[in-house]
């Protein structure tokens, strides 16, 4: 199985400040026969269920805002809120959909500082 | 509009059978590329990967339940259902199902989820 670890397992942030969430890889996401990396991003609010908010390691889903970036390759992989609002608050998850069976990342809680 | 389902007991005790509905609506089971996937989430903990099952009928499953878990769909009824046998108390969690579709297997839509405890 491939193993998913994130980093930090907890972050606390000023509104308006940047947050960086680190997803490492047991093996190599990335499938040379297209250059994609099989990594996506889930973002989960209290008493919701996740959503998706990037696919292929860096494509934002449609209607996610620009502020939600996402970049790596191989096996170490980022998520990036660049200026975080209060609706932000909750738990972000890498996910590898490169080999069955599908893993998740252990989840990263994101706070308002 | 995509939109997902799911359905069941909440309550359970050891040793029982879960047998969970997902009824969806917004996409065709039988369109290429399609799937639903099980995801799990016990109270405060991770994400973790059930079962898939795809237009065609192929499933996959999670090899550390993988003899306790059936996934089965009805395409007319917009349906798939899972079953996982043998429920102990570690089993207790929130149960979705959710859509995907293509090669990828991410998962782009989902239910809200629906939480099953397991306890004598």
């Known amino acids: 199985d491939i193993v998913m670890t994130q980093s930090p397992d907890s972050l606390a942030v000023s509104l308006g400040g940047r947050a960086t969430i680190s997803c490492e890889s047991s093996?190599?996401?990335?499938?040379?026969?297209?250059?994609?990396?099989?990594l996506a991003w889930y973002q989960q609010k209290a008493g919701q269920p996740p959503k998706l908010l990037i696919y292929w390691a860096s494509t934002r889903e449609s209607g996610v805002p620009d502020r939600f970036s996402g970049s790596g390759s191989g096996t170490d992989f980022t998520l990036t809120i660049s200026s975080l609002q209060a609706e932000d608050v909750a738990v972000y998850y890498c996910q590898q959909y490169s080999s069955i069976p599908i893993t998740f990342g252990q989840g990263t809680r994101l706070e308002i500082e | 509009q995509i939109t997902l389902k799911e359905s069941g007991p909440t309550l359970l005790k050891p040793t029982q059978t879960l047998t969970l509905t997902c009824t969806f609506s917004?996409?065709?089971?039988?369109?290429?590329?399609?799937?639903v996937g099980w995801i799990r989430q016990p109270p405060g903990k991770a994400l973790e990967w059930l079962a898939l099952i795809f237009w065609n009928d192929n499933k996959h499953y999670s090899p550390s339940l993988n003899s306790r878990l059936t996934v089965t769909k009805d395409t007319s009824k917009n349906q798939v259902v899972l079953t996982v046998t043998n429920m102990d108390p570690v089993d207790t969690a929130t149960y979705y199902c959710?859509?995907?579709?293509?090669?990828?297997?991410?998962?782009?839509?989902w239910g809200q989820g629906t939480l099953v405890t397991v306890s004598s």
């Open positions: 917004g996409f065709s089971l039988s369109t290429g590329g399609v799937g």
């Open positions: 093996q190599s996401l990335l499938y040379s026969a297209n250059n994609k990396n099989y």
């Open positions: 959710a859509h995907k579709t293509g090669i990828e297997k991410f998962f782009d839509y």
